[in-house]
């Protein structure tokens, strides 16, 4: 669960604390390792596919003929793959066979992992991140990528104030340490005790652009507390054994064998994560295809909204246009939840 700094007593000075939950999908490493690659080299599942047919990954694996049928259809996510666990036990595949075929292929994503993110890669992206203090920035000022139409919507800036705690929870569907690294508060970029007098050690900007918002301007920055947490919930690529594929089908969980498919099962999602929506203020979406293969942790972020105390910022990157109502009904479908 978020813990209650502004209640225990350690820090001194806490007005409020706003818990903040930000999911992270694959589309930051794939932006990071476009970055920092010449090679065209990401993180993509198309690119994994390449990868298999390159090293003349076993021919006989039931999920790569399921790749290859997927590829001539046009599908290029990975919730598409992790769907396709899915759609063969729906065709009566055996349970035993696609979890040793799952087996075979969670060896080849590490080798694949383990090939693209580089320890060059990821010492680039560490001197960028400590030269230009993109972890601060990212922490303070994200309310400046909204619209002015979006921000004028939006409740929480108008929450925020001097002396308030800002409780960050990232939940990265990565595999790989990238986020970690760009979102870790080094000693170039964060100062842990600053002030003689005070506890605060961030500062946070409530109006970046300068949008209409009662009493703040761009110039407005409120004296704060930081803390800052990542939780990897499928897994992390140095144990390569935590690697985790998976669907979320509620008509498995009473089903001994099916149930083993299923993301949360294994995860322990209810007993470790459940109690993190207690107390929300703000959910951020980034760069995930918002799969329905995650449905539990889009399902507790759309309970939570309806109880009217979050509010939910999606970024959502596509090569064309797409309606905001799109991107809306896209997450109502991912929490198999009828839209009303």
Aim: glycine share 6%; charged share 25%.
């Amino acid at each position: 669960m978020f813990k209650n700094y502004k209640d225990e007593g350690h820090i001194i000075g806490i007005k409020e604390q706003h818990n903040i939950m930000i999911f992270i999908g694959n589309g930051f490493d794939i932006s990071v390792l476009r970055k920092y690659r010449d090679d065209g080299l990401v993180s993509s599942y198309s690119k994994f596919y390449d990868f298999l047919c390159y090293k003349g990954f076993n021919e006989d694996n039931m999920l790569y003929k399921k790749m290859r049928e997927d590829k001539s259809n046009g599908k290029e996510n990975w919730s598409d793959f992790e769907c396709s666990l899915g759609e063969l036990l729906k065709n009566s595949a055996s349970a035993n066979v696609l979890e040793d075929a799952l087996k075979e292929m969670q060896s080849m994503f590490l080798l694949f992992l383990n090939e693209i993110v580089t320890p060059e890669v990821l010492l680039k992206l560490n001197d960028d991140i400590a030269k230009k203090q993109w972890g601060k920035k990212a922490l303070s000022v994200f309310l400046g990528d909204l619209s002015q139409e979006d921000y004028e919507k939006m409740d929480f800036p108008e929450k925020t104030g001097h002396y308030h705690m800002y409780n960050y929870v990232f939940v990265n569907f990565n595999y790989t340490s990238l986020f970690d690294n760009y979102i870790y508060l080094d000693k170039y970029q964060f100062e842990p005790h600053p002030y003689k007098t005070v506890d605060t050690n961030f500062d946070f900007h409530p109006n970046p652009n300068g949008f209409s918002k009662m009493g703040m301007d761009e110039r407005t920055v409120w004296s704060s507390f930081v803390m800052v947490d990542t939780i990897h919930p499928h897994g992390y690529q140095n144990i390569p054994r935590s690697l985790l594929f998976g669907i979320e089908n509620n008509e498995y969980v009473s089903d001994r064998v099916l149930n083993r498919f299923n993301k949360s099962y294994w995860v322990q999602s209810n007993q470790k994560y459940k109690s993190y929506f207690d107390d929300v203020s703000l959910f951020i979406i980034y760069g995930t295809s918002i799969g329905e293969t995650d449905n539990w942790w889009w399902k507790n972020v759309y309970n939570c909204l309806l109880n009217g105390n979050s509010e939910l910022i999606i970024y959502f990157y596509c090569n064309g246009c797409v309606e905001k109502d799109n991107v809306k009904q896209m997450f109502v479908k991912a929490c198999k939840i009828e839209a009303s």
